[in-house]
């Protein structure tokens, strides 16, 4: 468990005539949990925290048959981005988010070595999700389909990222039967569609090559003192969030419920438990019964 004050309080203690007119500094408490899918090596995800900033990166895992164009894969840009995101901040602790990570793109960009096809439409990629405290605001930035559920004092509120979704409910043919073929021939043109879509102002934005990607992101502030002030937080893949997306174990309430009470862990237990059932309460199957497993969860004291 990790205990940071985010940045823009003063360190020093304040005076007797002043302390009683200070706000109670908000604390953010940090508890995170990132599990591989069952049998493989390589998380394609990625948790970190850097002072007051905590990321989840969830890398797209290359698909069987296909080319990307690049000698590295999805492990290796998550852990890449995450460190350059870590390395931005540090020079400019208080700049946008959307900048930290245009940035970190461009970095890991040059870090190919010139050894890659970076205009492949398979290149490796990430969704983002950070969130960073400071003084008495929360700043969020969610790219692609990792989302931030967040919760004040009776409500909760979650930003999400659906073109990527949206982008695939458009699929042409996306119901054409290809007879004994039909779900291998379907994987590979819903495969061609999501790579014609990547980075594309009419399709959905993900962490890759383009650092222009890093300003279509969904990001704002949250209030971290007064009236509605955020009092915690969690941050997903969509290896966790399916718990409520695709399992609907519980509502994104009850998930930071369970977060906060149980931990990340548990979490990702209750996940893999409900991946095991084959069609779960009728429902047919994702492409994918596992998938690496990332939730992070905030606990806002004081303000």
């Given amino acids: 468990m990790l205990r940071v004050i985010p940045d823009g309080l003063d360190d020093q203690p304040p005076t007797t005539e002043s302390a009683a007119a200070l706000p109670t500094p908000p604390t953010m408490r940090v508890d995170g949990c990132s599990v591989a899918a069952p049998g493989q090596s390589d998380n394609e995800d990625q948790v970190f925290q850097y002072g007051n900033l905590v990321g989840v990166l969830d890398g797209a895992t290359a698909p069987v048959g296909f080319d990307s164009g690049c000698v590295h894969g999805p492990a290796w ?3 890449r981005l995450a460190a350059r995101i870590g390395l931005a901040a540090a020079d400019a602790p208080t700049a946008p988010l959307a900048g930290l990570l245009t940035d970190a793109i ?5 870090d190919h070595g010139g050894r890659c096809d970076l205009a492949h439409p398979g290149t490796p990629s ?4 950070l969130l960073r405290g400071s003084g008495g605001h929360l700043d969020y ?3 692609c389909d990792s989302p931030l559920v967040f919760g004040s004092d009776g409500e909760v509120g979650v930003v999400a990222d659906d073109r990527l979704a949206a982008a695939m409910a458009r699929q042409p043919d996306q119901h054409r039967s290809d007879g004994p073929n039909d779900q291998q021939a379907s994987y590979r043109r819903a495969v061609r569609w999501q790579r014609q879509q990547t980075n594309q102002p009419a ?3 993900v962490a890759a090559a383009d650092p222009a990607a890093a300003n279509r992101a969904l990001s704002g502030t949250l209030p971290l003192t007064g009236p509605g002030r955020i009092v915690r937080a969690a941050l997903l893949s969509d290896g966790a969030s399916r718990a409520v997306e695709q399992f609907e174990l519980f509502d994104w309430a009850g998930l930071l419920d369970l977060l906060g009470t149980a ?3 548990e979490l990702i237990r209750r996940v893999r438990a409900a991946e095991r059932v084959v069609d779960h309460a009728g429902r047919a199957p994702r492409r994918k019964q596992h998938d690496d497993a990332t939730a992070v969860f905030c606990l806002f004291d004081g303000g």
């Fill in 77 to 79: 840009y998550v852990r």
């Fill in 106 to 110: 461009q970095a890991v960009r040059d």
């Fill in 126 to 129: 990430s969704t983002v999700c």
């Fill in 141 to 143: 930035l969610v790219l």
């Fill in 203 to 205: 399709g959905y934005w």
């Fill in 263 to 265: 931990g990340p862990a």
